[in-house]
């Protein structure tokens, strides 16, 4: 047994913050307030863009002293992990979808927190938009670069977390008792593995092709990302300790993770009404013409075929049996876009794009990432 599934170092993962990001948040409240936060992230979105000089200085200070990449990262293996991920955006997107998010509902130290806004069960499609966006940030090739997309956006993500913690404190005031600090290294690892380790598991369940070192170049990528969001021991920001080193050791803490925090719907309400929404909003999303044709059972089908029946039971459903035809014409789409992938770089361009368009439709472009001050300021697809 390693530390991965050691009770006692999980234990100590589940007492563990971001005193920087907290008392950023602190100041940023006390200097400027939500309006004036907003104003300074909205011209964060892009590579190498510049404060502006009104900004509350704690956002100055924050942005300047997070840092950037962790010493030693091999910036070829990010590159590739990037171009991994979209050789399998369309697999990805829908393990992500039938299988990493529904799997996280099943911990209620998560949807406790999801659910604080009282608004996410009907506009899952909102929480959604912020995920793909967060998916083209990190996976494009250039978003490690200095002051790329991938850095900034954990540093905003680090203050979101940071306001959501205070505002766990306020609508949830015996979290910290059932679940330690809100927002914990724990858990934070957790979501990062709905990201990589998740997705290279629902990739091979689904029977699909992917190398040994795709995947593992895949799972550096969110490694690294996992670092720059503040998992890292206090001021210690190039020490990788705090976060598994490969997709074994990722499958070791997962495990251990599900053992200690999922449990069955009796206990969590929260996340059958989260995974609910889920499905709902998945068969809204196809198109009305294969709901006609039979394809509505497309999405059941897939939640059945990425997780095990244990799994379906936490968050309250059955397998789907039979549809033998359904899953073979699925299966064979995703493998000819992930041939296609393959097969093309320019595959790789597409998908990115893809992803982008589908937030720039609804969202008139990139989704903000902001620090939530109120409950009300939780109800956008930033935070859901």
């Not at 999303?285 to 095990?308: F, I, K, N, Q, Y």
């Not at 990115?352 to 109120?374: C, I, K, T």
Request: with cysteine; hydrophobic share 45%.
């Amino acid at each position: 047994m390693s530390q991965w599934s050691d009770d006692v170092f999980l234990d100590g993962l589940r007492r563990s913050g971001d005193p920087r990001a907290d008392e950023a948040v602190r100041r940023l409240r006390d200097e400027g307030g939500s309006a004036a936060v907003g104003r300074a992230f909205r011209v964060l979105q892009g590579n190498d863009t510049p404060l502006p000089p009104d900004a509350p200085e704690a956002l100055h200070a924050f942005m300047r002293d997070a840092g950037g990449l962790p010493a030693g990262t091999d910036r070829a293996r990010l590159h590739r992990g990037g171009e991994a991920f979209l050789r399998n955006a369309l697999p990805s997107v829908v393990v992500l979808l039938a299988s990493s998010l529904p799997r996280g509902y099943a911990a209620p130290c998560l949807t406790e927190i999801l659910s604080i806004s009282g608004d996410l069960e009907r506009h899952p499609y909102e929480r959604l938009m912020g995920v793909v966006q967060l998916l083209v940030n990190v996976s494009d090739g250039h978003a490690f670069d200095d002051h790329g997309r991938a850095i900034v956006t954990a540093k905003k993500l680090r203050l979101l977390h940071a306001g959501i913690r205070v505002l766990t404190d306020t609508y949830r005031p015996d979290f910290r008792a059932r679940f330690q600090v809100p927002v914990n290294h724990e858990d934070m690892l957790a979501t990062i593995m709905a990201f990589s380790y998740l997705l290279v598991d629902g990739i091979r369940r689904l029977g699909l092709p992917l190398a040994d070192d795709e995947a593992e170049d895949l799972y550096y990528l969110w490694r690294i990302f996992a670092q720059l969001m503040g998992i890292h021991p206090e001021g210690r920001p190039d020490d990788a300790s705090l976060v598994p080193a490969t997709l074994a050791e990722a499958a070791e803490f997962y495990a251990a993770y599900v053992r200690r925090n999922n449990t069955m719907p009796d206990r969590n309400p929260a996340g059958v009404a989260l995974t609910t929404s889920n499905l709902r909003m998945m068969t809204r999303l196809l198109p009305p013409v294969a709901r006609m044709v039979g394809l509505g059972w497309a999405p059941r089908l897939c939640m059945t075929e990425l997780m095990s029946r244990e799994e379906l039971a936490r968050v309250g459903f059955t397998p789907l049996t039979g549809h033998g035809l359904l899953k073979a014409v699925l299966t064979g789409v995703l493998r000819v876009g992930q041939w296609a992938g393959e097969r093309n770089a320019f595959i790789d361009k597409v998908a990115h794009l893809v992803l982008q368009g589908m937030v720039a439709v609804d969202r008139r472009g990139e989704v903000v990432f902001s620090v939530p001050f109120s409950r009300l300021d939780l109800r956008g697809p930033a935070f859901e």
